[in-house]
């Protein structure tokens, strides 16, 4: 889920404590450490270096997809061995507890940091905030996120088969929010079960120029995939609150090959580049060289395919899709780093139009603030709202489908004073321009003490 650049001045926002539980999970930050230089998506950097480097390392990384390709494998081939009635169904609807009983859940793609800036200097109050967090990627912590990752791979390969065209987009909104629901072992019916583990934001499906943040919404139009279409799928899986975000594009038409190509190259780049200690200007930089090399013909008209301006990556902190650091995939004007214990989802967007994506109408997702009183509500609807919202969903992204999915019924009255009293954000869909096609592909990646994780990695993408 792409987090988007602010239209107005209030980027970077603070955190504090209104939901304590997560506040004291993801400790506030020094300022130094968080936010884009303002200003900076219209300046230009002057350094283009490593361009070549880019397109080689870029060949050399596939290489990796192997490594990791083995090791699964491996592992599927000893779980046959003890367990041999165990199989995931298609549908998928086994719980993962029940495939992986005594093993543990196989590990994302492993990378070996490059070399680390030995003469970055951290102030003491950040280095104490990285122990704790390092601390905290301890065996539990891996678990929940390669569980989470598992559940992620497998529900897309299921996905993958059934994104034909002619499938209405509500009906593969469903299967894969039932099957990340069923994989999990949380249905969410009880109350606080979809805090355990489930999806971890709305299932983006966006079609053609519509980029990010469409969802089908109860009742709304239902969109039939067409042959000529660009489908973004767009999911998340938390467990206990660790999220993956994870997207990738299909096709039926080749004419698209060179969009889709570009961008997972571009994709594969920024997390190549992604690293402790990395700066981030310069990642941004190396995705946009990469994407821009490439380009689409269609209908006898040759387009560049352009890194689109306004959306990013994003780190992710827990039960908080985006953090407070935003990986652009245009050249930008910061001297932000990557910090050790950091989680990201590294995503980029490539574009036929104009690479600028502007709010289209409609409601993608709501999202709790957590620093915003209650005390001025009114109504008693709004209340009984905030409570389900607080005891449900925390500050995970939910959908009207995800609400409705666990009872609740008659939610508008009560989710416009929510709204107007900014306790609760919305998401609106971010559309390019008409006629023109924009892909996405996207991993989430840990960075590990000793080693980068791409956790999502998998055969497919
Ligand atoms: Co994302």
């Not at 122990?131 to 497998?154: C, F, G, T, W």
């Not at 990010?212 to 709304?220: F, I």
Request: hydrophobic share 35%; charged share 25%; net charge negative.
């Amino acid at each position: 889920m792409g987090s988007k650049t602010p239209d107005g001045h209030h980027r970077g926002h603070k955190e504090s404590s209104a939901c304590a539980a997560v506040a004291s999970i993801n400790p506030p930050k020094p300022a130094a450490a968080s936010g884009l230089l303002p200003g900076t998506l219209e300046g230009q950097d002057e350094d283009g270096d490593d361009d070549d480097d880019t397109i080689r390392a870029e060949l050399k990384f596939e290489g990796h997809q192997t490594i990791s390709k083995k090791k699964r494998k491996k592992s599927s081939k000893s779980k046959k061995k003890k367990a041999p009635s165990l199989q995931q169904t298609s549908p998928p609807r086994v719980a993962l507890d029940n495939l992986f009983q005594h093993q543990p859940y196989p590990e994302g793609e492993i990378v070996e940091h490059v070399i680390k800036n030995e003469n970055l200097q951290r102030t003491t109050a950040e280095e104490d905030r990285h122990l704790s967090i390092v601390n905290n990627m301890d065996d539990e912590y891996l678990n929940d996120y390669r569980k989470a990752a598992e559940v992620h791979r497998q529900v897309r390969q299921y996905a993958q088969t059934i994104a034909k065209p002619g499938i209405s987009l509500s009906h593969l909104a469903q299967e894969i929010e039932d099957g990340v629901r069923a994989l999990t072992g949380h249905h969410g019916f009880e109350t606080g079960d979809s805090l355990k583990a489930g999806p971890g934001f709305p299932t983006g499906l966006c079609v053609n120029n519509v980029a990010a943040h469409w969802t089908p919404n109860p009742g709304g139009k239902d969109v039939i995939l067409q042959h000529d279409d660009v489908l973004k799928v767009d999911f998340g899986v938390h467990v206990n609150g660790r999220i993956v975000d994870s997207a990738f594009t299909v096709a039926f038409n080749p004419v698209y090959d060179n969009l889709l190509t570009a961008v997972k190259a571009a994709t594969n780049t920024g997390l190549r580049a992604t690293g402790i200690d990395a700066r981030i200007d310069h990642i941004s930089a190396d995705i946009q060289e990469v994407m821009e090399s490439y380009e689409v013909e269609l209908h006898g008209k040759t387009f560049p395919v352009k890194a689109v301006q306004n959306i990013t990556g994003h780190n992710i902190l827990r039960y908080k899709i985006h953090g407070d650091k935003q990986v652009p995939f245009v050249k930008t004007k910061t001297a932000q780093r990557m910090e050790e214990g950091d989680v990201f989802a590294i995503e980029t967007f490539g574009s036929t139009g104009k690479a600028y994506l502007r709010d289209d109408v409609g409601v993608y997702g709501y999202g709790r603030k957590e620093n915003v009183s209650s005390a001025g509500l009114r109504y008693a609807s709004a209340k009984s709202l905030l409570r389900t919202i607080d005891e449900n969903f925390g500050t995970l992204v939910f959908s009207r489908r995800y609400l409705e999915h666990i009872g609740v019924r008659n939610y508008h009255l009560g989710m416009r004073e929510l709204i107007a009293n900014g306790i609760v954000e919305t998401y609106a869909p971010l559309v390019d321009i008409s006629g023109s096609y924009v892909a996405q592909y996207e991993h989430t990646v840990l960075l590990r003490p000793n080693c980068k994780e791409v956790i999502s990695r998998g055969d497919d993408y």
